[in-house]
T-cell receptor, first 116, second 114 residues
Framework: EAGVTQFPSHSVIEKGQTVTLRCDPISGHDNLYWYRRVMGKEIKFLLHFVKESKQDESGMPNNRFLAERTGGTYSTLKVQPAELEDSGVYFC??????????????FGPGTRLTVT | AQSVTQPDIHITVSEGASLELRCNYSYGATPYLFWYVQSPGQGLQLLLKYFSGDTLVQGIKGFEAEFKRSQSSFNLRKPSVHWSDAAEYFCAVPRGSTLGRLYFGRGTQLTVWP
């Protein structure tokens, strides 16, 4: 079974440009999450999809960030326009719908975004 | 404020030595508690989890963790560390209405000397 995949693994863009990150969850996982880790800080929750609906987007930092999950499969996270403080590692995770209350989230390897 | 604290940013141990990584939480009620590990180039992998019941939890790769309510702690332990255990370790608490929002500690980087 394939794990969570993320593309690209690295991205270097200039301030003001647009970047789109992609996440493919484990097949059959209705829950999809985005997290971000800024250097030296803790991993922070951004948002949670259940299928194509946003269940919780309380962690999205501002309106420059747009997450979508059309069709309830893969998800994209667009940053437009990018700012220096957006640099960090963006993680995606997925999980099944409460199987036995395990709440286990499976993480991808992350996308390292550098804004110069 | 509600939080997850990992006091040690970096720990170095010799291969074969025992290991304890600290995690403290600050929540009103007893939360669920997780430990994740991230090896270089990999995603975070769940090592073990605590929901209720037995306070000593066994995980994968020979790790265990003990929940201590009186100390608000959930420390991760391993009796004998292997060089392949070198990684970054994260303590986490799930929150939110569906427990889908993970709050992480800052992580502890483990270096293993041969």
């Amino acid at each position: 079974e394939a794990g969570v995949t993320q593309f690209p693994s690295h991205s270097v863009i200039e301030k003001g440009q647009t970047v789109t990150l992609r996440c493919d969850p484990i097949s059959g996982h209705d829950n999809l999450y985005w997290y971000r880790r800024v250097m030296g800080k803790e991993i922070k929750f951004l948002l949670h999809f259940v299928k194509e609906s946003k269940q919780d987007e309380s962690g999205m930092p501002n309106n420059r960030f747009l997450a979508e999950r059309t069709g309830g499969t893969y998800s994209t996270l667009k940053v437009q326009p990018a700012e220096l403080e957006d640099s960090g590692v963006y993680f995606c995770a997925s999980s099944q719908v409460n199987p036995g209350n395990s709440y286990e989230q499976y993480f991808g390897p992350g996308t390292r975004l550098t804004v110069t | 404020a509600q939080s997850v604290t990992q006091p040690d940013i970096h720990i170095t141990v010799s291969e074969g030595a025992s290991l304890e990584l600290r995690c403290n939480y600050s929540y009103g009620a007893t939360p669920y508690l997780f430990w994740y590990v991230q090896s270089p180039g990999q995603g975070l992998q769940l090592l073990l989890k605590y929901f209720s019941g037995d306070t000593l939890v066994q995980g994968i790769k020979g790790f265990e963790a003990e929940f201590k309510r009186s100390q608000s702690s959930f420390n991760l332990r391993k009796p004998s560390v292997h060089w392949s255990d070198a990684a970054e370790y994260f303590c986490a608490v799930p929150r939110g209405s569906t427990l889908g929002r993970l709050y992480f500690g800052r992580g502890t980087q483990l270096t293993v000397w041969p």
